[in-house]
C-alpha cells in the first residue's frame, strides 16, 4: 500500500542567517520555529549579513535628501482639514530600495532587522520621535499644515494616555515583486482658537 502525496510531507529546514555570529550555525529551523527562534534569541536586531557597508557608502546624500523631501510633501497631501481625515494614514513608496533604507534607518537607536520575514522596521515614537523626524527633515514643524481659516491638521503622536506612533517598514514583498516602504502615521485635525 503507497501512501499519497499528501501523507509523506516533509518539512523543509532552514538555518538562522543571524546564528552564524554566534556559535550556533548548524541548527535548522522550520519557517514556523524559525521565526519563533528569532524573535526570542534576536529581538530588534541590527545585524544585516546580506548588505556590505561599501554598498550603502555608495549612496548619494542627494538621494537621502529626496527621500526626506519627497516624503514631507507625501504627508502634506495626506493631511486634512475634515474631520473624517482623522485617523492612521499610510504612505507607499514603490519601488524602494532596500539599501536606501537601510542607509537611511539603521544608525538610529531602535532599527531592526526581521531576517525570516526579509523585513526592516523602525519607529518613531511620542515627543522625541517627533523632535527627531523634524531633524531628519531639516523641518521642525514637518507634522503641520495650516489653513487660512486657522484650521491645523498634524501629525499626532502623543496625548495623555500614550504615545502615539510613526512607524517606517521596508519589506521585500514577493507576491508583487515589488520592494517598498511603508510609513503608518496618526493624522489629527484641531481648530485653533486665536484670542
Known sequence: MSTSPSLSF?????PCSLCQFSNNINTLYTKNK??????????????????????????????VKNFWNSLLLRIEKKLSYHRSGSGSRKIIFEPFS?????????????????SYLNKYKYVFTGKLGYKRLGFLFDCEVWGEKKHVSRTKAYVFMEDEEKQKEVSFVWSDIIVTRTMMIIILMKIARVKEILA
Open 10 to 14: 516533509t518539512s523543509k529546514k532552514f
Open 34 to 63: 524559525l521565526s519563533s527562534h528569532q524573535r526570542k534569541f534576536h529581538p530588534n536586531n541590527c545585524i544585516i549579513p546580506h548588505i556590505q557597508q561599501s554598498s550603502l557608502n555608495n549612496i548619494p546624500e542627494i538621494q
Open 98 to 114: 532596500e539599501e536606501l533604507f537601510v542607509k537611511i534607518f539603521s544608525q538610529e537607536e531602535n532599527f531592526t532587522f526581521i
